[in-house]
């Protein structure tokens, strides 16, 4: 199931998270942001990176990934 517009509209309001990002989240698997707050942002990098066959996901976008989590933790279930 995809990612609903509101969904991704939660994403965005993490720091340094885009489109691109919240795609990539999408191709992993992950259809809400409440499937993220006991995530590792190591383990979703590693999941990315091994989706598309290449080291993509650097320190920052693990930290941007952080943000995320962070940001599903704080919202509301």
């Not at 994403?11 to 809400?32: F, K, T, V």
């Not at 598309?52 to 940001?71: F, K, T």
Request: aromatic fraction near 2%; charged fraction near 25%; proline fraction near 3%.
């Amino acid at each position: 199931m995809a990612l609903s517009d509101a969904e991704r509209r939660k994403m965005r309001a993490a720091h340094s998270i885009g489109p691109a990002m919240i795609d990539y989240l999408e191709q992993i698997g992950i259809e809400s942001l409440s499937q993220l707050r006991d995530a590792d942002a190591g383990d979703l990098a590693l999941q990315i990176n091994v989706m598309l066959g290449r080291r993509h996901i650097n320190a920052q976008g693990v930290r941007a990934l952080e943000n995320l989590i962070e940001c599903a933790r704080r919202a509301p279930e």
